[in-house]
């Protein structure tokens, strides 16, 4: 039986796969999160086998989460979740040590295909997302700003374009304000922004970010 967890602040989506997932005799849903702290805390307590992950989550976001649970176990692998296939989410969230990538209008059957894949530890992407990957390592996308950005300036920039301040996300990243505003002004250098709202144009720009969910 393969125990798997799901991850994403939205009922209806985790109600969702939850359904799917219930018609496969292999597979038992042990616990749900709304973030990624109750997602990390049920690791740690549940110990399951596959996490699928939404990446963006308020509070600790997938990209945190991923990044602390495959810290946590080697036998815990992730399946990360996004509105978008864009890089460079997908590469990151390979980066944090996910096995996997799905976008949220994957398919039931291409879903549960990847579970079983990443359950027996093997890496799962779609092929078209698969393919930008490895054209954006061999000739890097100089048209999306954000490909320049290291994990943590995204990760924090995708809490700024959610509207959440900068001892807010210090808390949750566990460093402190000084050290998140050294990363938004490097951020900032880098994507030729000046302000957050600056920053949420840009990001809608590139479909980093879903307008329905501002």
């Keep these: ?6 991850a994403d602040d939205h009922d209806l989506v985790r109600n969702g796969i939850r359904r799917i ?16 702290e109750e997602a990390v805390q049920l690791c740690r307590r549940n110990a399951p086998d596959v996490v699928l992950m939404d990446v963006n989550m308020p509070g600790m976001g997938g990209l945190e989460a991923t990044k602390k649970v495959v810290r946590m176990s ?13 890089n460079p989410i997908p590469a990151q969230v390979m980066q944090q040590g996910a096995y996997g990538f799905l ?22 992407l779609p092929p078209d997302i698969a393919q930008s990957i490895a054209i954006s390592r061999i000739a890097p996308d100089n048209d999306n700003p954000f490909d320049g950005l290291s994990t943590r300036e995204l990760n924090i920039a995708l809490r700024l374009t959610r509207g959440q301040k900068v ?18 002004y490097r951020m900032f250098e880098k994507l030729g922004v000046s302000t957050d709202v600056e920053l949420t144009h840009l990001a809608l720009r590139h479909k980093l970010i879903d307008p329905n969910l501002l």
């Design 1 to 6: 039986m393969i125990k798997i967890l799901l």
């Design 21 to 36: 997932l219930e018609d496969v005799g292999d597979f038992t849903v042990i616990g749900e999160a709304k973030n990624g």
């Design 74 to 86: 080697e036998n815990t692998r992730v399946i990360c979740l996004s509105m978008h296939k864009e």
């Design 167 to 184: 001892p807010e996300i210090a808390v949750e990243l566990s460093i402190n304000s000084k050290t998140v505003n050294t990363y938004r």
């Design 103 to 124: 976008t949220k209008d994957t398919e039931p059957n291409e879903m549960i295909r990847a579970i079983y894949k990443v359950a027996a530890g093997q890496k799962y």
